[in-house]
Every structure is written in C-alpha cells, then in structure tokens.
C-alpha cells in the first residue's frame, strides 16, 4: 500500500463497515466488545473514499483504542492502536498445528522461556517441513530432504538446520548444559516467522492475486 487513501482497496475483510469482532482489546483481550465514543471522517477531494478515525471504548474495561479504517467496493481494512501485545493467534491460512506450536513459541519468548522456545520453534519446523511432503528418520534428514527436492532454497535450509541445532540442545539437554541465549531464542523464532510467511503466507498471496486476475 503506498497511499492511506487505498486502506481497504485489494485486502482486508468483508463489507463496508468496521469489522468490530475482529478487533481485540489489548489492554483485556476481551474481542468485539466496542462501542463507538467518538467518529470523524475525512472525505477524499474529488473521490469517493472516506477515512474513518474511530475511538472504539471496550465495553469490558472501559479503554479506549483508535480506529482508523476505510472501505474500497465490497472490501473494509483497518489499523488499530495500540494492539495486543500478547499474540493470540496464527494466521488462519497457516495449518492449524503449525500454527498452535508458533503461538507457543512466540509466547515463551514474551515469557523470556528461552530453552522452551527453541523447543517450540523446532517443532514447529518440522511439523511445516512434514506438512511439505519431507521424510526422513530424522530432522536433519527431513530438511536435506525437501531442500534436495527444491522446496527449500539452500539459504532457508542452511538456516532450517540452526534452527534444528538449537532445538536439539533444549529438547536433548545434558546435565552440564547452558541455558539457551535470549539473542539466540529470539532469532531462531524470528526465523520461524520467515519460514511460515514463505511456506504458506507468500503462497497465499499468489492464489489471492491469481483469483483477482482471473475474475478481473
Ligand atoms: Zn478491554
């Protein structure tokens, strides 16, 4: 998007109207409980577009977010600020276990449990590398597997195989082991969000603009 005016043009959600239900308080997590405490709109010169800025107040603790939204034709998007800090879920493309794993890797990063982290992130990286079609009696088979097969470029197989190294050491540990690294831990799951968004987001977006074309 390189201009505010097209908020809402090629993605978002359905319908004309601020999709209330799918904004979650962060300051409760309670979701969709809004109502609106104060509206102002921006018209756009010689257009048809309208920006909303909203005050949204939750009507479980009594905070305030600010909504700012627009509507192109059938479609709505938004920003909200501030948002949860506390991530709630995964993207609903991603497989539904891939996505369970990522939620509790990123959790235990905000719970600076940095060993469970690794754990989680290499679960999650195999459980992706499995849902791709890889075999193989191990992890490290698994990743020289499907990068064998084209489906890993060598950069995200190299990378694939930190993320199994670090794993290893928190899900195999010896009595003498060092804690995993905070950096550490927070890389490999910043790795992990790379990872998903190019197996199943960036695929996503090539069907969605495939179906725009083909319909257009
Ligand atoms: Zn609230």
Redesign the pocket.
Same mark, same amino acid.
């Given at each position: 998007m390189d201009s505010w005016w097209s908020l809402g043009d090629w993605s978002g959600f359905r319908g004309s109207e601020l999709a209330t239900n799918e904004i979650v /308080?962060?300051? /409760?997590?309670?979701r969709g409980?809004w109502s609106a405490e104060f509206s102002a709109q921006k018209r756009q010169p010689n257009g048809y577009k309208i920006l909303h800025y909203d005050t949204l107040k /939750?009507?479980?603790?009594?905070?305030f977010v600010q909504a700012f939204w627009s509507a192109g034709s059938g479609l709505h998007d938004f920003r909200v600020q501030p948002w949860p800090l506390k991530v709630c879920k995964a993207p609903e493309h991603w497989p539904e276990a891939i996505g369970r794993y990522w939620l509790q890797a990123k959790r235990n990063i905000k719970d600076e449990s940095w060993d469970a982290a690794a754990v989680m992130a290499r679960s999650a990286l195999q459980l992706s590398l499995r849902d791709q079609g890889a075999t193989g009696r191990t992890l490290q088979a698994e990743i020289d597997d499907l990068a064998s097969k084209g489906v890993l470029p060598s950069l995200m197989r190299d990378w694939a195989h930190e993320v199994r190294a670090l794993g290893n050491d928190s899900a195999h540990p010896a009595p003498s082991q060092a804690p995993t690294e905070a950096q550490d831990a927070r890389d490999i799951v910043q790795f992990l969000d790379f990872f998903l968004e190019y197996s199943y987001s960036l695929p996503k977006k090539i069907n969605d603009y495939r179906a725009r074309r083909s319909t257009a």
């Open positions: /308080c962060p300051f /409760c997590g309670e409980n /939750c009507g479980s603790c009594a905070s």
